[in-house]
T-cell receptor, first 116, second 115 residues
Framework: AQSVTQPDIHITVSEGASLELRCNYS??????LFWYVQSPGQGLQLLLK??????LVQGIKGFEAEFKRSQSSFNLRKPSVHWSDAAEYFC??????????????FGKGTKLSVKP | DAGVIQSPRHEVTEMGQEVTLRCKPI?????LFWYRQTMMRGLELLIY????????DSGMPEDRFSAKMPNASFSTLKIQPSEPRDSAVYFC?????????????FGPGTRLTVL
């Protein structure tokens, strides 16, 4: 069965420091992978997605993620964190894509806190 | 574009009452998804529609939950009767199939509290 694991429930980094959020997936075929961000009391906003092609994907707000098939991972990175990046981050794998179908399996999320 | 619109944003009701959550997807999108988010279980897919037809409702917890999509611009999620364990944030998302770029866009959610 498809699944997504985000091993870190809560991470705290200092403002200006680099960030890496981990995501591992289990999926039998080529995965479609997503990272979403959720600010308190808000809906989910898409940061970036991987469907095919270049394994390093650029997203909004200076985020990037790298797909590593051998490790079944899709880690999210940012070279310098800003206080406004404090939020919860969700990794997701898309299933049954194609033909107007598809749903997302989400990880449990990683809450990011940023120290001044 | 207005994005996915959900109403109400907050709902407080008493156990046993009927609750109806509403969603307006992004114009032109042909898939619609209902999710529930709780601390214990995270984000769970309840049901999704494609071209107004329910495709997979295996995530609907029990018969108290029902969802409809009478047209391409409107969907409802109904809970009858509601129970305290239904308290959660309910999200609606929509997507437009175009080749393989089936990205879901989420609404702001409805926070439901059942007393």
């Amino acid at each position: 069965a498809q699944s997504v694991t985000q091993p870190d429930i809560h991470i705290t980094v200092s403002e200006g420091a680099s960030l890496e959020l981990r995501c591992n997936y289990s999926y039998g075929a080529t995965p479609y992978l997503f990272w979403y961000v959720q600010s308190p009391g808000q809906g989910l906003q898409l940061l970036l997605k991987y469907f095919s092609g270049d394994t390093l994907v650029q997203g909004i707000k200076g985020f990037e993620a790298e797909f590593k098939r051998s490790q079944s991972s899709f880690n999210l990175r940012k070279p310098s964190v800003h206080w406004s990046d404090a939020a919860e981050y969700f990794c997701a794998v898309g299933t049954n894509y194609g033909g107007s179908q598809g749903n997302l399996i989400f990880g449990k999320g990683t809450k990011l806190s940023v120290k001044p | 574009d207005a994005g996915v619109i959900q109403s109400p944003r907050h709902e407080v009701t008493e156990m046993g009452q009927e609750v109806t959550l509403r969603c307006k997807p992004i114009s032109g999108h042909n898939s619609l998804f209902w999710y529930r988010q709780t601390m214990m279980r995270g984000l769970e897919l309840l049901i999704y529609f494609n071209n107004n037809v329910p495709i997979d409702d295996s995530g609907m917890p029990e018969d108290r939950f029902s969802a409809k999509m009478p047209n391409a611009s409107f969907s409802t999620l109904k809970i009858q009767p509601s129970e305290p364990r239904d308290s959660a944030v309910y999200f609606c998302a929509s997507s437009a199939f175009s080749g393989d770029t089936d990205t879901q866009y989420f609404g702001p959610g409805t926070r439901l509290t059942v007393l």
